[in-house]
Structures are given as C-alpha cells and as structure tokens.
C-alpha cells in the first residue's frame, strides 16, 4: 500500500510535470502567432493559413490576416484559394485511379490514348508516355510568354481543354510551334512544364469519358468531404474565397480572379481544411478515416522516385532532386510533396522524407522577394517539430 507521502509526491511531480508542459505549449504557441504576423506586418502579407500533420493526423491548423482585408474578413482554415501547381498532384491521383481502372498505363505511347497526335518535332520516332509528363521529362514545354497570356481575368469562358491542346500541339494548331517542344530525347532531361501536364489531364479524360473536374469529385473530393474544393471556379462559393494581392512595390494591388484553360495543371481551389485532409490520405497511403481513394500500391507508385544512378536525366542531381508521378522532392531534397504559384498565391504541401510531418500553408500575396515564403515555411516547420514533441493541438 502506498504511503500519503508517496501519493502526494506523485501528483506534485505530475502537476509539476503538467505545468512545465503547458508552459511549453503555451510559449510554442505565442512564438510561432508572433513569428508570423511579424513577417505578415515586415512584408505586406494580407493573409496566411496553415495546417501541421504529424504522424498522419492533422493536429494543428490555423488562419491569419484577412482573407479581405478592405472589408476585414478574417482568413481562415475555410478559406478558399486556388492552390497553383499543388493541383497537379491531384491530377496524379486522377491518373493512378485510371490505371487502377485499367484504362491508362504509364509506358504506353501517349498517342495510343489521344484523339489528335503528339510528336516532338526534334526526335519524330521516340515514344512521349504518361511516365515522362508526370516527372517532367516529357520534351514537352511551355512557351513563353505565350503560357503566360492563357490566364483568362475577365470572365470570359476559357477555350476547352481537349481544342486548345490540340491546338498547341498538333502541326496545324494555331498556337503550335518548335518552341513547344525541346531539343531533347523524351526521358532524358528534366524541364518543369505546365501544358504537358494538362495534356495528362486531359488523356484522363479521354481515358475515363469524364471531365477532370466531374471524376476528380467522384474520387477524391465526394468521398473525402471536401465541400470547399472544386475545379471549376464556377462550382465554388465565391463567398469563402480569399480575394489575392500583389506586395511586389510599395502599393498592395488587388488581383482579379482568373482562371486558364490549362485548369488540369493548376485550377484546383481548396481550403486549408480540405487541402490537410488531402495530403493526410497521400501521407497514409491512399486512406484517411477509413475512406480510400487509391489502393496502397497505386499511392506507392505515385511517390516512387522516378530517377536512380543508372536512370536519370542528364541534368538531374540526385542528392538534390527527384521527382515521383506529379510528386517530387524540396528544398534541396529534404521535403517531398508539391508546391504551387501562381499571381496572388504561394502554396506549400511538403512532409519530411519520413512523411511523420507534414505542413500546408497558402499565402494569399504575391511578393517580390520569394525566399519568404520559404522562411514562414520553415517556421512552420519547425514549429511542427514542437507539436510533435509536446503533442500540441487546436483542434
């Protein structure tokens, strides 16, 4: 039997023990709030939300500034924004769920599945698959500055999808040109490109016989809940949307929503809420709270690193890249996932290698300096690694 002093030694040391954590908590806590809006106020950022995952769990997410700020809207982890190139991973997911369907293979010519034909002018006789578009090795490119005049700020409605690649592509197409193309073998050299990544949207659809945006809900963002997350800008509720800035001079400038007819590659719009949800199924191979989206294997191969010593392209260092399908590593290959740009946004789904922590951040400005969104990354990042240790939460 234990003595009083015994028992009250115990309760003093967990009391102790209690108070100690909470101070850790609570100082965790005051350290990154301050940390940010810090960095909001020095730069010019209007608004920030963010959300940490740590062993497959989100277990930590917040909003700051304003989602508005003329009007004073809070920004918050149900705010909506388009996310850039984060939407390309989406757009994996769609692809490993056709080939699960066995409708796609990743090494199939793609001109087996397209209805007009694609070929690198340069290299006429060499294959162009699924397998170089998504590691980006397809000889496939954006020209520019014509990929810049597709953002579409008036309203108009954007040219379709399959007409507007044929267009680019095929040798009668009025956008087409050897500068969609470069001069080298598909497979063999790296080039991030956003075109060609529409074109695997778009083989999705014709594989499937749905729109992206229409199979996407079906598979990922119906059985997931993601109420605020859709393709089509016309499919979300513009209330909840964070309006976007621009801080690259002295003035705060109001960007116009937009939209592209390239949507595959970067129109996906989501909330941080959602988005966290999304990236814990990646996280957990393909199942979140008993809903699965994608079967282990097809998860795994999606975030199988592409390139190796004896099979790479020529201008791929691999202590410092890799890429998986629409998935590659960061920050000098220390974080892997997707990020995403575009005017008005900056968005971050990075984990560690190991995928314990995991952090999505949307920013709502664009800036002129791009190293700091990186830096409020790290913060937050950092900050995960306090989560972890001290099991923080707000939720």
Request: glycine share 6%; hydrophobic share 35%.
């Amino acid at each position: 039997m234990k003595s009083k002093f015994t028992i009250i030694l115990f309760l003093t040391t967990t009391l102790w023990y209690q108070t100690i954590k909470a101070q850790a908590i609570n100082k965790a806590n005051y350290s990154i709030d301050s940390l940010i809006e810090t960095k909001m106020k020095e730069t010019g950022i209007v608004g920030i939300g963010a959300a940490i995952i740590v062993d497959k769990k989100i277990v930590w997410a917040k909003g700051y500034g304003y989602a508005d700020k003329e009007n004073k809207k809070p920004f918050t982890t149900n705010t909506i924004m388009n996310i850039g190139s984060t939407a390309k991973n989406f757009t994996g997911v769609c692809l490993m769920k056709a080939i699960e369907e066995n409708k796609l293979s990743l090494d199939e010519d793609i001109n087996k599945y397209l209805p007009f034909k694609v070929i690198n002018p340069y290299f006429p006789n060499e294959k162009i698959t699924l397998r170089n578009i998504a590691s980006h090795t397809s000889s496939l490119a954006d020209r520019y500055p014509f990929y810049d005049d597709t953002y579409n700020y008036n309203g108009k409605t954007d040219e379709e999808l399959g007409s507007f690649l044929k267009n680019y592509f095929d040798p009668n197409g009025i956008y087409y040109s050897k500068e969609n193309f470069i001069n080298n073998k598909p497979g063999t050299y790296y080039q991030y490109s956003n075109i060609p990544t529409a074109l695997a949207g778009y083989i999705v659809e014709v594989a499937t016989g749905k729109k992206l945006q229409e199979y996407g809900k079906q598979i990922i963002f119906k059985p997931l809940k993601m109420k605020n997350t859709a393709w089509s800008l016309s499919e979300i509720n513009l209330a909840n949307h964070s309006k976007l800035y621009d801080k690259k001079s002295d003035t705060l400038k109001t960007i116009a929503l937009y939209t592209f007819p390239t949507y595959p590659e970067g129109g996906v719009r989501t909330s941080v809420s959602d988005l966290a949800t999304y990236f814990t199924v990646i996280l957990n191979d393909g199942t979140y709270k008993g809903v699965k989206i994608l079967e282990k294997e097809s998860v795994r191969m999606m975030k199988e690193f592409q390139f190796n010593a004896t099979n790479k392209p020529e201008n791929i260092n691999l202590a410092k890249q890799n890429s998986g399908i629409f998935w590659a590593t960061k920050l000098g290959a220390t974080r892997v996932g997707h990020n995403g740009s575009d005017p008005g946004v900056r968005v971050f789904m990075l984990s560690d290698l190991t995928e314990e922590i995991g952090v999505v951040m949307f920013i709502n400005t664009s800036l002129s300096d791009e190293g700091i969104p990186f830096d409020i990354y790290e913060n937050l990042y950092n900050y995960a690694l306090e989560v972890r240790k001290n099991k923080i939460t707000s939720r």
